[in-house]
């Protein structure tokens, strides 16, 4: 019992993990981007077409990077070129990635593909109760995880991640230390959105391998939620994607086994927890001190005096 | 000879404000070159053009005769300039370290911390600081942040060094000991462009001075066609530093009456310790010390920034130490901050809000529930007028205003307050000659009307010149009361530190 319920946390919780890492990448740069759900659609949808039409998930997949990622780039250039407001051109996105997938996506409503499987790692799955919950997962699984550290180690131990960092909290004191803002910020928001479209992708390819209008159900929203839970920290995000995903995979099993409870009630709770978690999170921290990026959500301007 | 850096006519201007105005300046090699200009002359401007953080409308960057186009700081930096702002460039979040870290040029993309640290460690130490590698920035002075500023530039190998107003916020001695590099660079054939409103670093320091005046060159004087007297006529326009009287008073009543007082104490910050004091009616009371022994935290605790630990305060013989009057009593002090840009301005804010940022709900600023625009303006403009304030355009956000008119914006909304208590942390800081010998006249008008005023303080010119009496303090407490007529400047350095005479 406990196993299946691990195994159902991970895996609803991977999609969120995506978006999350996609999401903090971005906002340490100091853009902020409201069109995860956006670019998740996007990317579910582009996953989707590609594998099937390719017959391939692994194109299924980059080609979800790639759709995503060119999605994001506009929001990248109103906002850190053209020093445009990053909520409003977020919320278009978001706008624009439901309305273009619900127009193309018609065509591909009611099909289906073989999704991945499960790929079982040797001696770790044997691990009693936790080790086919979670040695025994797809590559998508494994890959996101591997991302988390990957990022940690990206932010904190590398050259290219201290100046990433800088410029999202002072970009005045990066660029006169000679770092380019723009292109530090443009390559965020890319990279970042390719990651929100794989986890729209991880929905269409491996959670429930068909295609369905708005099939991200405001988990980009969520993961909007989650990077300020996390602390704009990668191991932080991977916690609060698989809290979320375990309380929706219990609310699941609950209502599978015929509670009185209304459904309406339990589907509510996972959206009920993380906003109840997110205002412990922010309760908790030190006097004076903020994890999130000080130049959060405004554009650089070189010329101007902050 | 040819200088080593040449600006020819350089024009930039920013929306209603002709910031340069065909400026010209040559730096040679191997010399230190002081800036000097009222507030608001364009001397920041230009050196942040020479960063390559502005880009000129029009005007020639020349380099060993080579001309140059800077888009972006990298360029300068690859050109050998090397800049500490004004209004320092700093992350404030993160550790002194990572901050240091972004001015290592040769940064490998794995970064070994432990290695980098010994290395970082052995820069910090080779300039005698006692700074923790691992604080987050917004935790220490600004002293400190100015010196990470400096490690920061001095640990980048530069041909030119630009410091803009580097010791507004250094001691005396810390200053002194930035000038020793300075001298040291210097003899190393590099050149340094050096801004400062004091006399006394300019005289001690400068090869070669050019004065500004709104945007353009006035003069250009090598060492030898200056002094004291010379360059204050091309600052204020008279030829002789003015001298003035204090009249005599005889006091009285006491204000403020401050009994054992005690403190909390914050990191690095020396709180009080059983501090005792009284300031009588009309007196200007000087606190002389170097920073960071107390003076901040006192000033915190007057203006009910912080209440205190134990200890009584006294006004006019009631006790308010705790009670209810106290907040009452509190509006009547006014407060000139530290830190100008943190705790004195409200950044987006106009020049005329700012102005009364304390005083909105007061007459004649409020009618019924709305602002009465009229008298704010009217204000304002009156303000703008007597602290000569350059304020740009209307409705410029103060954000954008110099340093040195920044600071007169708070200094003339506290005074116009009619406070009876004015606590004024080095309120001439960033503050050009002309200006802050107004700023010393309104308070001494002040005091013929019976304010009271605590002036924090680490120029002791300043000082002398100001108070009725000296107040010394060293960790947390008073080492000593002077006269200003019969003390030495020997006397106040050795009660300064901790030497308790008496
Ligand atoms: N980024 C900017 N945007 C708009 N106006 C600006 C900007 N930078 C400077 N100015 C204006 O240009 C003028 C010159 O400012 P600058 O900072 O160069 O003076 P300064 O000589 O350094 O004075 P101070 O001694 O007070 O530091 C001021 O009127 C200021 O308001
Ligand atoms: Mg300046």
Redesign the pocket.
């Known amino acids: 019992m406990i196993e299946i319920l691990l195994f159902a946390t991970i895996k609803a919780g991977t999609p969120l993990l995506f978006a999350t890492l996609g999401a903090i990448l971005m906002e340490r740069s100091g853009v902020i981007n409201l069109g995860v759900e956006g670019l998740m659609l996007v990317g579910a949808l582009t996953g989707f077409a590609a594998a099937h039409t390719a017959d391939s998930l692994f194109i299924g997949v980059i080609a979800a990077f790639f759709a995503a990622m060119a999605a994001g780039a506009i929001h990248g250039f109103i906002c850190v070129y053209l020093r445009g407001n990053q909520i409003v051109s977020g919320l278009s996105l978001t706008m624009f990635g439901i309305g273009i997938t619900s127009l193309f996506g018609r065509s591909f409503v009611g099909l289906t593909i073989a999704g991945f499987s499960k790929v079982e790692i040797p001696v770790l799955s044997k691990i009693p109760y936790i080790g086919q919950a979670i040695f025994n997962q797809d590559v998508l699984v494994y890959f996101s995880i591997i991302l988390v550290a990957a990022m940690h180690i990206f932010l904190y131990r590398t050259k290219t991640g201290l100046y990433l960092r800088s410029v999202g909290e002072n970009p005045g004191a990066a660029d006169t230390s000679g770092i380019n803002v723009g292109l530090y910020r443009m390559s965020a928001v890319l990279v970042g959105s390719g990651l929100a479209g794989i986890g729209g992708a991880y929905l269409s390819l491996a959670y429930t391998p068909f295609w369905v209008e708005n099939m991200t159900a405001g988990r980009g929203w969520i993961a909007v939620a989650l990077v300020i839970f996390a602390q704009w920290n990668s191991t932080r995000a991977m916690a609060g994607a698989y809290l979320f995903g375990g309380i929706n995979a219990v609310q699941l099993r609950m209502q599978a086994m015929g509670t009185s409870l209304s459904p309406h009630l339990l589907m509510m709770l996972p959206y009920l927890f993380t906003i109840a978690v997110l205002v412990m999170a922010t309760l908790r921290l030190e006097k004076g001190s903020t994890p999130e990026p000080e130049a959060l959500g405004t554009a650089y301007d070189r010329?101007?005096?902050k | 000879m040819e200088a080593l850096l040449k600006v020819e006519s350089v024009v930039k201007t920013?929306?209603g404000?002709k910031?340069l105005d065909g400026v010209c300046l040559n730096v040679y090699q191997g010399e230190i070159h002081t800036l000097l200009?009222?507030?608001?002359?364009?001397?920041?401007?230009?050196m942040n053009v020479l960063n390559g953080l502005?880009s000129p409308d029009s005007g020639n960057l020349l380099i060993n005769g080579q001309p140059y186009i800077f888009r972006s700081p990298k360029d300068s930096i690859k050109a050998g300039i090397g800049m500490v702002h004004?209004h320092f460039m700093l992350v404030y979040n993160h550790t002194v370290f990572e901050n240091i870290l972004l001015a290592v040029s040769d940064l490998p993309f794995w970064l070994d911390k432990k290695k980098l640290r010994i290395r970082i460690k052995e820069i910090v130490d080779r300039f005698g600081l006692s700074i923790d590698l691992d604080e987050p920035i917004r935790k220490l002075s600004i002293g400190q942040q100015q010196w990470v500023e400096l490690i920061k530039l001095l640990i980048r190998d530069c041909k030119v060094l630009i410091l803009?107003?580097p010791t507004a916020v250094l001691t005396p001695q810390e200053s002194d000991r930035l000038f020793g590099f300075l001298k040291r660079f210097k003899e190393e054939g590099r050149s340094v462009i050096f801004?400062s409103?004091k006399m006394r670093e300019v005289m001690e320091l400068s090869d070669r001075v050019t004065v500004?005046k709104k945007?353009t060159t006035v003069k250009e004087l090598a060492r030898g066609e200056f002094d004291e007297n010379v360059l204050a006529g091309l600052m204020i326009g008279t030829d002789e530093i003015p001298v003035w009287e204090r009249e005599k008073k005889q006091f009285t009543e006491n204000v403020l009456t401050i009994e054992h007082l005690f403190a909390d104490k914050e990191k690095n910050m020396s709180d009080l310790i059983d501090f005792s004091l009284e300031l009588r009616k009309g007196e200007i009371l000087g606190i002389a010390g170097v920073a960071g022994n107390g003076q901040k935290t006192l000033a915190e605790v007057l203006t009910g920034l912080k209440p205190p630990v134990s200890g009584k305060i006294f006004a006019d013989g009631k006790d308010i130490t705790n009670a209810d009057s106290r907040k009452a009593y509190i509006a009547g002090i006014a407060h000139v901050p530290e830190d100008r840009k943190s705790m004195g301005i409200a950044p987006e804010m106009t020049v005329d809000e700012n102005l009364i940022l304390k005083s909105y709900k007061e007459k004649p600023f409020r009618k019924f529930i709305f602002q009465n625009f009229k008298a704010i303006k009217e204000n304002a403009e009156k303000q703008i007028a007597d602290f000569a304030i350059?304020a740009?355009p209307k409705g410029?956000p103060i954000r954008?205003?110099?340093?040195?008119?920044i600071q007169k914006v708070i200094i003339a909304r506290e005074l116009s307050m009619r406070p009876s208590v004015l606590v004024a942390l080095y309120p001439t800081r960033?503050l050009?000659m002309g200006s802050a010998e107004y700023v010393h006249k309104v308070i001494m008008d002040a005091r013929k009307d019976n304010m009271s005023t605590i002036v924090i303080s680490e120029d002791l010119d300043e000082l002398l010149k100001l108070s009725d009496r000296i107040a010394v303090m060293f960790r947390g407490r008073i080492t000593g009361i002077v006269d200003p007529e019969h003390t030495s400047r020997e006397e106040i350095g050795l009660l300064m530190s901790g030497e308790t005479v008496q």
């Open positions: 010329e101007d005096r | 920013f929306p404000v910031a200009g009222e507030n608001g002359a364009g001397k920041s401007t230009l502005y004004q803009d107003e801004i409103h500004l945007g350059k740009g410029t954008l205003l110099s340093g040195g008119n960033g050009d």
